[in-house]
């Protein structure tokens, strides 16, 4: 889906991210992740858990940068904001509690659960 559509569909806020690869060759960035189930639209007190592992998964990248200045470790997500959009991609930017910045443009993104 696009980055649009999944920042209305997921509220990444305080969610954890525990690792981030880019791989340059399959254009992909994979974030792993602990989603706050819990803010979701979908949550069930009575069945779900409050945190679920997975991964936030970009695919079709066509920019990616980091200014990663440690790795990351559980590091809380404060910001997620939609950077600019076109007809085929759209950019978004994620600060972290780590004074990590990650900017991906991509044309396509999904969670996958463990």
Partial sequence: MRISDFLKRYHL???LIN?????????????ETELC???QFDYDETKDPEMIEGFI???D???????????FDADEILEVVLVSSNQLFEKVK???DGVNIIIIEAGDVDWHPL
């Fill in 61 to 71: 990248v066509t920019y990616f940068e980091t200014d990663c200045v440690k790795d």
């Fill in 94 to 96: 994620i600060a972290t």
């Fill in 13 to 15: 806020h305080g969610s």
């Fill in 57 to 59: 998964v970009f695919e």
């Fill in 37 to 39: 189930k819990w803010l």
């Fill in 19 to 31: 690792n981030v690869e880019y791989d340059s060759t399959t254009k992909r960035v994979s974030l």
